[in-house]
């Protein structure tokens, strides 16, 4: 059989392109809330929520005002290694009012916030240094319209206005897009994408409300895939392969 040098370089491509695609990680975090619109509420481990690509089973309920840390499953039910502090120096619980007939309604129907103006933070920890992840929060009130918060990823800030519980049975999710400061943008999801976790292993999510409070019904990770380059010995057996086909065309022309 000839073997080409087409032919090798071929197959090479073949082979490198062979790898399947890494499947992303997806942790998800439920507040379950409480005091309206029937929260607490708790999503089961098979109820699916989350925008687009984020949209997954397996969301973990966490309960309370602060809480944590709390181990995180992923959106296969298998422990993460992840764990999830949350919470304001001035906390309370309650409901949107969106009621129970999907998972993203559960999701959307219990929430925390904050008392006063305070400070709401939500903070991952426990992944690997330097890790790609996109971020989303949901941030959906009771019936009291006019409120207006800003969550943040370090420097790269979305400038929320409150939606309520009837935009969100219209429309279902609406991300904040186009917002900037003194700018707040109608919505109830904030998406960030390629964060990277901090030297500790960290990605943390602040709330400030600038008019009443700031809240979240809940937030997700999920994992960017990287391309995994061809391991030497892969590289090495084409290298030979090709070295081989060379010398075979070199005798054959000989």
Same mark, same amino acid.
């Given at each position: 059989?000839?073997?080409?040098?087409?032919?090798?370089?071929?197959?090479?491509?073949?082979?490198?392109?062979?790898?399947?695609?890494?499947?992303?990680?997806?942790?998800?975090?439920?507040?379950?809330?409480?005091?309206?619109?029937?929260?607490?509420?708790?999503?089961?481990?098979?109820?699916?929520?989350?925008?687009?690509?984020?949209?997954?089973?397996?969301?973990?309920?966490?309960?309370?005002?602060? /809480?944590?840390?709390?181990? $995180? *499953?992923? =959106? %296969?039910? @298998?422990?993460?290694?992840?764990? !999830?502090?949350? +919470? #304001?120096?001035?906390?309370?619980?309650?409901?949107?009012?969106?009621?129970?007939?999907?998972?993203?309604?559960?999701?959307?129907? /219990?929430?925390?916030?904050? $008392? *006063?103006? =305070? %400070?709401? @933070?939500?903070?991952?920890?426990? !992944?690997?240094? +330097? #890790?790609?992840?996109?971020?989303?929060?949901?941030?959906?009130?009771?019936?009291?319209?006019?409120?207006?918060?800003?969550?943040?990823?370090?420097?790269?800030?979305?400038?929320?206005?409150?939606?309520?519980?009837?935009?969100?049975?219209?429309?279902?999710?609406?991300?904040?897009?186009?917002?900037?400061?003194?700018?707040?943008?109608?919505?109830?999801?904030?998406?960030?994408?390629?964060?990277?976790?901090?030297?500790?292993?960290?990605?943390?999510?602040?709330?400030?409300?600038?008019?009443?409070?700031?809240?979240?019904?809940?937030?997700?990770?999920?994992?960017?895939?990287?391309?995994?380059?061809?391991?030497?010995?892969?590289?090495?057996?084409?290298?030979?392969?090709?070295?081989?086909?060379?010398?075979?065309?070199?005798?054959?022309?000989?």
């Amino acid at each position: 059989m000839r073997i080409t040098v087409r032919a090798v370089f071929a197959s090479a491509s073949i082979i490198l392109g062979m790898s399947p695609a890494a499947q992303a990680t997806i942790i998800s975090a439920n507040f379950t809330g409480g005091n309206f619109g029937g929260a607490p509420t708790s999503l089961n481990a098979t109820d699916t929520a989350g925008i687009g690509a984020f949209n997954a089973a397996n969301w973990n309920n966490l309960d309370g005002n602060p /809480g944590g840390p709390a181990s $995180l *499953n992923d =959106s %296969t039910g @298998t422990a993460s290694g992840v764990t !999830l502090t949350w +919470g #304001s120096t001035s906390p309370a619980l309650y409901g949107s009012g969106t009621g129970t007939a999907t998972g993203d309604a559960k999701m959307f129907n /219990g929430y925390i916030d904050n $008392l *006063n103006n =305070s %400070t709401v @933070t939500l903070t991952f920890s426990g !992944l690997v240094p +330097g #890790s790609l992840w996109n971020v989303a929060s949901y941030s959906l009130p009771d019936s009291l319209d006019g409120r207006t918060s800003d969550y943040g990823i370090g420097t790269d800030i979305r400038y929320l206005k409150s939606d309520n519980a009837a935009s969100f049975q219209t429309f279902g999710y609406v991300p904040v897009v186009g917002s900037s400061a003194g700018n707040f943008t109608s919505g109830n999801t904030n998406e960030w994408d390629n964060i990277v976790a901090d030297p500790s292993g960290n990605i943390v999510i602040t709330a400030h409300a600038d008019a009443f409070r700031a809240y979240f019904n809940g937030a997700q990770l999920a994992s960017v895939a990287t391309v995994p380059e061809p391991s030497s010995a892969v590289l090495m057996g084409i290298g030979c392969f090709a070295a081989a086909a060379f010398a075979s065309r070199r005798r054959m022309a000989a």
